[in-house]
């Protein structure tokens, strides 16, 4: 009776896993590579990679590896030159206009870079990919592969409930 007992809890577990964390839609987030900077940024269900806004982006090689120079493109930054590893190059599909439904949509090449990221008090690895998002409200957007792995649950109707970065 114990051993299947025993068996019966080990089937629950999954079941029993940790509830995901709850975040607004928008949430403060701190990049301690970065300089520490906290940059406001939006959680978007919607999009799969999360994109940090930067400008003078510049690939090159370092010991035979693929590596990115950039400035963060965000209207508090100081203009600091930082250098990452190249984790892979994606392939983002832009949206076609209605009117040009038939043509196929044009493809841009980012380079992705696994940056950390704080969100309230946990810090994740996650991927990121540079582009410049100076024209958007939000210079970090953190698409659904992000949030899982920070386990998150966004809720549309709430904003910054994580408060001020802690990590």
Do not use: Q
Not at 19 to 32: A, C, D
Not at 35 to 40: A, D, I, M, N, V
Not at 49 to 72: H, M
Not at 124 to 141: A, G, Q
Request: proline content about 5%; charged content about 30%.
């Amino acid at each position: 009776m114990k051993s299947l007992l025993a068996l019966l809890s080990l089937l629950a577990l999954p079941v029993m896993a940790a509830e995901p964390t709850l975040y607004g839609r928008y949430e403060n987030i701190k990049l301690p590579e970065l300089g520490g900077e906290t940059l406001k940024a939006k959680m978007d269900t919607g999009a799969f990679t999360a994109s940090l806004s930067a400008k003078d982006i510049e690939l090159f090689n370092r010991d035979g590896e693929e590596w990115v120079r950039f400035r963060l493109a965000t209207k508090d930054a100081d203009g600091k030159v930082y250098e990452h590893k190249v984790s892979r190059i994606s392939k983002i599909k832009g949206r076609a206009d209605e009117e040009d439904e038939g043509d196929a949509p044009e493809i841009s090449k980012r380079p992705v870079v696994d940056l950390e990221l704080c969100l309230g008090d946990v810090k994740r690895t996650v991927e990121v990919n540079l582009v410049d998002r100076s024209n958007f409200n939000y210079p970090l957007l953190i698409g659904s592969k992000a949030l899982r792995e920070f386990k998150a649950a966004v809720n549309p109707a709430k904003k910054f409930t994580a408060g001020k970065p802690d990590c």
